[in-house]
T-cell receptor, first 117, second 114 residues
Framework: NAGVTQTPKFRVLKTGQSMTLLCAQDMNHEYMYWYRQDPGMGLRLIHYSVGEGTTAKGEVPDGYNVSRLKKQNFLLGLESAAPSQTSVYFC????????????????FGEGSRLTVL | AQSVAQPEDQVNVAEGNPLTVKCTYSVSGNPYLFWYVQYPNRGLQFLLKYITGDNLVKGSYGFEAEFNKSQTSFHLKKPSALVSDSALYFCAVRAYTGFQKLVFGTGTRLLVSP
């Protein structure tokens, strides 16, 4: 049982290049999320999905796009990378919150470190 | 809107001493509160949560947290710190009703010295 798997773990891009981060979960979770972690700023939500075929914007969505074509996968795309997007990206998933049965705690991947030069 | 404050960037404690990592929250209605831990170059791991009921919640690795509604706090505690507890700790909050995103604090680095 792998949990949440992110690929790639490391990537270096030049300004203007594009790339896609892949997140896969094997826990049959309905909800999936992409966060970025920057020093002194904690985790900030980029985009999230409450089910297959649906996506929504989080706190910092600009410059990113996402897709959830399959329930187990959540892709994060950078169309034209900028140095400000240098960060560590975390994917997470959770059950649909439903009172006390599922309280929405997140299960995280190991992170993808992206550097944009 | 929900928010979480972790007032200390870093907490230093000697091994064997009790530790406290502070968290205060703001949310409309009843909160769900969580603590996560992040070890170097790893993802966040769930430690414990408060849903309802007993204000003292016990979690993984000997950690516990105390929910205080009047002070809107959810401080993380451990009676006796270990060097291996050194990590980054995040508090998070979610409103009870409906779909509300989990909002994280900025994190507190815990350093336990031998």
């Amino acid at each position: 049982n792998a949990g949440v798997t992110q690929t790639p773990k490391f990537r270096v891009l030049k300004t203007g290049q594009s790339m896609t981060l892949l997140c896969a979960q094997d826990m049959n979770h309905e909800y999936m999320y992409w966060y970025r972690q920057d020093p002194g700023m904690g985790l900030r939500l980029i985009h999230y999905s409450v089910g297959e075929g649906t996506t929504a914007k989080g706190e910092v969505p600009d410059g990113y796009n996402v897709s959830r074509l399959k329930k187990q996968n959540f892709l994060l795309g950078l169309e034209s990378a900028a140095p400000s997007q240098t960060s560590v990206y975390f994917c997470a998933s959770s059950y649909r919150p439903s009172g006390t049965q599922h309280t929405g705690e997140l299960f995280f991947g190991e992170g993808s470190r992206l550097t944009v030069l | 809107a929900q928010s979480v404050a972790q007032p200390e960037d870093q907490v230093n404690v000697a091994e064997g001493n009790p530790l406290t990592v502070k968290c205060t929250y703001s949310v409309s209605g009843n909160p769900y509160l969580f603590w996560y831990v992040q070890y170097p170059n790893r993802g966040l791991q769930f430690l414990l949560k408060y849903i309802t009921g007993d204000n003292l919640v016990k979690g993984s690795y000997g950690f516990e947290a105390e929910f205080n509604k009047s002070q809107t706090s959810f401080h993380l505690k451990k009676p006796s710190a270990l060097v291996s507890d050194s990590a980054l700790y995040f508090c998070a909050v979610r409103a009870y009703t409906g779909f509300q995103k989990l909002v994280f604090g900025t994190g507190t680095r815990l350093l336990v010295s031998p």
